[in-house]
């Protein structure tokens, strides 16, 4: 599983994904300005990715896609998003075409 995290200045509370009932925290570098994580899931292990971004757009998910196929050659990659734009994208659906 996989998605993205928006965190703004001043955002003390927000959704992200985490195993049930436990805290997760993430910090907060610059609180004056957002900061993007991309994060995944391994369904089978719980093990938890994370990794920054500049920003949410075609360009970084690729990045992002490419990061997890690097780390992970062996294993077969389901991604599952929302509705976001840079999600169904010219330049992603090329990108997965190839």
Do not use: P
């Not at 690097?70 to 997965?96: F, N």
Request: net charge positive; proline share 0%.
């Amino acid at each position: 599983m996989q998605d993205e995290s928006h965190q703004l200045w001043g955002d003390i509370c927000g959704y992200v994904w985490s195993k049930k009932g436990e805290r997760t925290s993430i910090k907060m570098s610059n609180y004056r300005t957002s900061q993007t994580w991309y994060g995944a899931v391994n369904i089978y292990t719980g093990e938890f990715i994370l990794d920054r971004a500049k920003k949410a757009d075609t360009k970084y998910t690729i990045d992002f896609i490419n990061w997890l196929i690097y780390r992970y050659k062996e294993a077969r990659h389901v991604i599952i998003w929302d509705g976001a734009s840079y999600h169904r994208s010219e330049g992603l659906r090329t990108y997965l075409e190839n």
